[in-house]
């Protein structure tokens, strides 16, 4: 009022344009950190999905929205068992097996106290990879989605994969994880760093469990457990593990077997659309199966094109460069996808642990640790060990309690 009827003093509206001066850019500030804050701290590009290779969009689910929820419902901040505890780790061995460890760009925490999950960085990792994976339609093709007949592009090579009846008849109608939705869940990986860790019942006392490669799980129950709701197989293992094709026993056949009535109904993961030469393997699968009726749910993922580009990326994001995602890579995506809380066993692509101790590959074997020219799987242990630091999960080297 007073500005109009009175003749108000030039320095006097000077300082009114320089307070708005001033104002504006805190203003701007102010906004862009909340609009920041509000964003994923990921920011990847739009991948596209499918057999064809068609742009999918992801399609909103229950599971989805009954997320925050359960998060809310679960207490805050839950806390585990810790990685590389201080208090039990025997700092001289520790410091003998740096070389291998720097060597991978990794400098083990000394001084990493009890970590926990933390539900806001769970969410976001979540709902960044729910922009670009769907946990159904890039889990399994479904009845509805192929043909007897049709050919399927690998994943690498120009070649492709032919639908047989056979194999249509183990493709499932729907996803087998369609609208599922898990507070707690355990994606074991095959390091020997799992033996005399007694974790199993702690695995076990998880709501889903993932298991990869159709592990031995016979014998190693104290470390690893015994429950499995989700097993992946890559058809490689049909000759890596049970016999090579020149000299296939009747023992072989019946060690497979036995291996795959272990999945009882849950759900076997087949990525059968990774290399032409891996058809003979899946042939071999599907005919055991369908043998011998067993009630295993199938899931076939499309050619992983595009999955294999957004993992690759959510590694970037992180600072890790990695070449084709390991199964474990795979799983952990799978996992934050569908779970509010993620425990992972059995990672750690290293010879030694912590104390010194000599590793094997896998848990079941006593092949070395051998460096792996198609994964990267020191980076991805980085990154992992990344995300168990921000709390989106939780990251076991230690025995469990
Ligand atoms: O299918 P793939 O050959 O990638 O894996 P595997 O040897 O059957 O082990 C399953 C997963 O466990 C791997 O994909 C890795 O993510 C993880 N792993 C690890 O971190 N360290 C090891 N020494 C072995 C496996």
Redesign the pocket.
């Given at each position: 009022m007073c500005l109009k009827k009175c003749n108000t003093p030039r320095l006097f509206r000077g300082g009114v344009v320089l307070l708005f001066v001033l104002t504006l850019p805190m203003l701007y500030i102010s906004l862009y950190e909340r609009s920041k804050n509000a964003e994923p701290r990921f920011h990847l590009k739009k991948v596209t999905s499918g057999v064809h290779g068609t742009s999918q969009r992801v399609k909103k689910q229950t599971a989805k929205d009954n997320f925050k929820d359960v998060l809310a419902a679960s207490s805050r901040r839950a806390c585990s068992a810790s990685f590389l505890n201080a208090d039990s780790t025997n700092q001289t061995s520790a410091q003998n097996n740096t070389a291998e460890l720097s060597r991978a760009g990794f400098t083990a925490p000394q001084n990493e106290s009890k970590m926990c999950l933390n539900s806001t960085e769970v969410q976001n990792m979540r709902q960044h990879i729910l922009k670009f994976y769907n946990p159904e339609t890039n889990l399994t093709l479904t009845q509805s989605s192929v043909r007897i007949g049709q050919r399927l592009k690998y994943e690498f090579g120009a070649e492709s994969f032919n639908v047989t009846e056979d194999f249509l008849k183990l493709v499932p109608k729907e996803s087998p994880l369609k609208d599922r939705h898990f507070k707690t869940c355990a994606v074991v990986?095959?390091?020997?760093i799992v033996l005399n860790s007694s974790c199993g019942q702690e695995i076990d006392s998880m709501d889903f469990v993932i298991r990869?490669?159709l592990p031995q799980i016979e014998g190693y129950e104290k470390d690893v457990g015994s429950k499995a709701n989700f097993t992946t197989m890559?058809p490689s293992i049909v000759n890596h593990n049970f016999g090579q094709w020149n000299n296939k026993t009747k023992d072989d056949y019946d060690r497979l077997l036995r291996r795959l009535k272990q999945i009882g109904d849950q759900i076997l993961y087949v990525p059968a659309f990774t290399t032409p030469v891996q058809e003979k393997n899946v042939r071999v699968i599907t005919q055991v199966l369908l043998e011998h009726k067993l009630p295993i749910s199938a899931a076939f993922p499309p050619a992983r094109i595009q999955i294999n580009r957004l993992v690759k990326s959510i590694w970037a994001n992180a600072g890790f460069k990695i070449r084709t995602p390991?199964?474990?890579?795979h799983m952990y995506t799978l996992a934050a996808a569908i779970c509010d809380q993620i425990y992972m066993y059995?990672?750690?692509?290293f010879s030694e642990d912590t104390r010194g101790r000599a590793l094997s590959?896998?848990y079941y074997d006593t092949d070395k640790?051998i460096s792996n020219s198609v994964?990267s799987?020191p980076e991805?242990?980085k990154a992992l060990l990344q995300l168990h630091k921000r709390g989106a999960l939780v990251l076991h080297t230690e025995q469990c309690n």
């Open positions: 990986g095959n390091s020997g990869c490669n890559n390991s199964t474990g890579a059995g990672f750690y692509p590959y896998h640790m994964h799987m991805e242990f």
